[in-house]
C-alpha cells in the first residue's frame, strides 16, 4: 500500500447522489451548483469530504453506471467548468471530493463500444471482452449477441446496456480470450491512466471505484486484479501521490495490496453488514433480537488480513441499498451512529442519513434502480415548494418526494438540539477529538452481542466503545475500567467490579484506566 494521504487519516465522507441533491435550475434534477449551494451545510455536520456519484455523460439507463463519455460531465449536472469550479469551492472550506470511477464498463452508447462493433479490425475492437462466434456465450457472464455486423458475443457486467471493458484474463483458455499483456487490455488500461489523469489534474481528490475488484476475468484469487492496481498505483505515485483511493472491493486484504488506501464494506457477499441494519432482525434494533457475531468475526478475519490497518469503510448506506430509517427509528439510528462513527476507516453518510430520511415505498424504477429507487428520493431540505429540493412542476421531479406528513427535514432537524442531526454532528466532533477513535486507531472487541464492546487505540489514549441497542440493561464482564467519559447517549455505564452495567439504548465512550 503507498503513503496514504494525511487528510484521509480523520476523514468523515458525504455521499451525494447528484440526481436528487439540490436543483438549482428548476428542471426537477440536482445539479452542481446545487451542490455548491449546500457545502457549507456539509461542513457544519462536520464531514470532511464528499463521495459524488458519477457526473459523466451517460444515458442514463443505470443511473449514470453507464458512462458514454469519461471526459465530459453530463449537462444535466452542468459543464466541465461547473466541476472545476465545484471542486474549487470545496476546497475552499478545507475539504475534499471524490468522483466515482467506473472502470470496468461502459454504454452501449459509448464511442468505443460503436466502433468495436464493427467487422472491420479497428483501435477499439479489443476494447471490450468479445467472443469469436455468435454461437459463443461469455461463459458466467451475461452476454450481447447478435447486434452487429461483429461475429462473437459481448461480455456485460451487469445489465444488458453495459459491456464489460477488456483488461485481460488471468488464465486464459480459449483462443479469443486475452491475456493482460495483450494489446487490447493494455491499451484499455493506459486509457484508465489517461482518464484519472484528466480529472486529478482538474482538480479531484481521487476517486472511489466501482466494482474494482472485477476488472480482470476468470481472475478467482483476483491476483490479476492485485496486479492491475499495483501499476495504476505507481502512476498515481509518480504523478499524484496525493490521490486518494477507496475500492468498492469488499476484500481489504487485497485492495490495500492493490494500492488502495481504504476498502468498502459491502452489503453483499460474506460481509454480514446487513445483519446490522438492514434484515429482519437488525442488530441495531430495539427488539434486541439480532446478531453482530457474523459480522464481527468477518471483520476481524479482514482487518487482521489486512495487517490490522483497520482501513475497512462502514458506510451508513448507499444509493443501492435500503435506507436505515427503514427498519430503524428513534434512538435505534443514534445508537446505530454511535457504532458508525467510532468504527476504523472512513466512516460514509449517505445524504439524508443523517437526517432519517426514509425509504420511499411503492415507486415505480427510475434510471436502473428498481427497488433501490425508493433510497435515491430528493433530499429534504425544509417545508418550502418540493422540500426545498426544486422549482420545478412536482411531475417533473427526478424522483417523487416522501410524501408522509412527519417526514424529517434538514431545517427542522437543525433547530432541534435532541435530532439525530445533532447527535451526529455531535458524535463526528468528538471522533475528530481523539485520534483513537479515527481510522488509524486500533480495534479490539472485547464483548460481541448485547452490549457490543471495543477497544479504540491510539497513540495517546485508549477508549472503550460500549454500545447497547436493547430496550433492557445489559451486563458483561470487562477487565478494563472507564475513567472518564467522553460521551454518552442513554445513560452512563456502571461498574461492579469486573462487571459493566449497560443502561437500555444507550452508547457512550469512556477513556480507561489499564
Known sequence: MSTQPKWLDNAVFYEIYPQSFKDSNADGIGDFQGII?????????????????????????????????YYKTAMRYGTNEDLKRLFEEVHKRDMHILLDLVPGHTSIDHKWFQESMKAEKN???????????????????????????RDGSCAVNFFSHQPALNYGFYKPDRPWQQSMDDEGPKATLKELKNIMRFWLNMGADGFRVDMAGSLVKHDEEGKGTIRLWQNVRAFLDSEFPNAAMVSEWGEPDKSLQGGFHMDFTLHFGPSHYNDLFRCDKPYFSSKGEGTILDFVNKYKESYEKSE??????IPSGNHDMDRLARRLHGDELKIAFAFLLSMPGAPFIYYGDEIGMRYVENLTSVEGGYNRTGSRSPMQWDNSLNLGFSSAAKDRLYIPMDESSDRPTAEEQMKDENSLYHEIKRLISIRMSHEALQSKGEIEFVNVGYPLAYLRSGKEETILVVVNPAAEEKNFDCKYLPAECIYDFGGKISADGTTINVPAQSAGFYRIEK
Request: aromatic residues 16%; negative net charge; glycine residues 10%.
Open 37 to 69: 449551494e449546500k457545502l457549507d451545510y456539509i461542513k457544519e455536520l462536520g464531514c470532511t469530504a464528499i463521495w459524488m456519484n458519477p457526473c459523466f455523460e451517460s444515458p442514463f439507463g443505470d443511473a449514470g453506471y453507464d458512462v458514454s463519455d
Open 123 to 149: 483501435e477499439y475492437t479489443d476494447r471490450y471482452v468479445w467472443t469469436d462466434s455468435i454461437w459463443e456465450e461469455v461463459w458466467g457472464m451475461g452476454s450481447l449477441r447478435g447486434i452487429s455486423d
Open 308 to 313: 490490522r490497518k483497520g482501513l475497512i469503510c
